[in-house]
């Protein structure tokens, strides 16, 4: 038995889902583009990618970033460390 701690994945919840228009929600899901959500948007956005994940999200495994004119989330070398324990995925150094 280990001591480590498991998030489970989460969907976002109906107010949060509530809060991102359906226009708005569909540039996002279809174009990856995040730059028409607010703040509180973003977070609640943000944290349910996490979760979906399995991911801390206070460990901050992605950024957002401007890509080709599109802000998105990119994911950070903690989400790949995190991704690989939670599947038992070895790196292997040559």
Do not use: W
């Not at 959500?37 to 991911?55: E, H, I, K, P, W």
């Amino acid at each position: 038995m280990t001591n480590e701690t498991v998030i489970a994945p989460m969907a976002p919840s109906e107010e949060a889902q509530r809060t991102i228009p359906p226009d708005v929600m569909a540039k996002v899901v279809i174009g990856g583009d995040l730059s028409e959500l607010n703040a509180a948007q973003r977070a609640d956005y943000y944290t349910a990618v996490c979760r979906s994940l399995g991911l801390n999200p206070l460990t901050k495994p992605f950024e957002f970033l401007t890509l080709n004119g599109k802000l998105r989330l990119y994911a950070l070398r903690d989400c790949a460390d995190q991704l690989r324990r939670l599947h038992g995925i070895m790196h292997l150094h040559h």
